[in-house]
């Protein structure tokens, strides 16, 4: 088992945000970086703490390096394990075959249960952002006992987002329309523009988009530049527009038993069309939650207020 510590330290109950800007590497000072063979996929990661262990897992069009703002802190209290999605940031892009499987969130759900396993820890907490929170849960679904607390930040369940989509819905999240069409038209027209598509997608041209740090957005990029990075990501949304679909049917009656946290973004579209507690608390026995004051990317645009939240409720 490898954990790294970091340097430092704060009073027990107090979880604070402080990073060093030199470029990426910098924003994960203390973290030390693994790959891990889980049969299927390699999945890069970083970590660092002693604590209990916590899992934290991006959303889209991003990395691991989302997490930049929290995860410091968070290591000071827990042991903080840090993986790219299979098919984004450094991780591997196998293939996802014809009906999409290889991107379903079981497969991506069970890359990371297979990462925890071979660091040593058999049970975990877990928190997931966008697609981090699809994955996780599934995983919650599939792997009631290893995972023993969720925390689900700005999605809701995948099947009730299709079943109940509308042109408000269709008009803010347009791109889970055009990334599921058949291959390869998405990819084409996305690999003429990738830094441009990383900007829409993250609202870089509108109010707010300083939030950002400059050395998370030029990783995003680095990562995204790649053709095969553009390819599973379509293919993760494929999936979600299938494969997954199918897997949610098949356990539509079956509820979440660890403890649930939802958080989502009071100026998000989540926020602005769903009623995110009441829908979780039918997917779940016991749930709690909250708005925070941002849009979608809350550990980036609401990082206290996002810490705070989580701490409280990782720490019982």
Not at 118 to 147: K, S
Not at 187 to 194: H, I, M, T, V, Y
Not at 285 to 291: I, T
């Amino acid at each position: 088992m490898v954990r790294t510590g970091v340097k430092g330290g704060l009073p027990a109950g107090r979880l604070q945000i402080g990073v060093a800007w030199e470029g990426c590497m910098a924003l994960f000072e203390g973290f030390a970086e693994r790959r891990i063979d889980t049969g299927e996929a390699v999945i890069n990661l970083r970590m660092a703490g002693n604590g209990p262990p916590l899992l934290l897992l991006h959303g889209y069009p991003q990395t691991h390096a989302m997490w930049h703002r929290l995860a410091p802190a968070l290591a000071r209290r827990f042991t903080v394990v840090l993986p790219d999605l299979r098919g984004y940031g450094d991780s591997s892009k196998p293939p996802g075959g014809d009906d999409h499987a290889g991107y379903g969130k079981r497969a991506m759900a069970d890359d990371q249960v297979r990462v925890m396993e071979e660091l040593g820890f058999t049970r975990f907490q877990a928190v997931g952002h966008d697609r981090g929170a699809r994955v996780l849960h599934r995983m919650c679904l599939d792997y009631p006992d290893q995972v023993t607390r969720a925390a689900l930040l700005d999605i809701v369940p995948t099947a009730l987002a299709y079943g109940t989509a509308d042109q408000a819905f269709a008009t803010a999240y347009f791109h889970w329309f055009f990334l599921i069409q058949r291959h390869d038209l998405p990819e084409r027209l996305l690999a003429a523009a990738p830094d441009a598509w990383i900007e829409r997608m993250l609202g870089l041209s509108g109010a707010g988009s300083e939030v950002f740090a400059p050395e998370a957005v030029a990783e995003y990029k680095r990562c995204f530049r790649n053709p095969a990075t553009i390819h599973a990501s379509c293919e993760d949304y494929r999936a979600a527009a299938s494969t997954d679909l199918a897997d949610d049917e098949e356990d539509a009656d079956t509820r979440i038993a660890c403890p649930l946290l939802v958080l989502w973004g009071g100026k998000s579209v989540v926020g602005r069309l769903y009623d995110p507690l009441a829908i979780w608390k039918e997917k779940a026995a016991d749930v709690r939650g909250q708005a925070l004051p941002c849009g979608h990317f809350l550990p980036e645009e609401a990082p206290e207020e996002t810490l705070a939240a989580l701490g409280a409720f990782l720490e019982g």
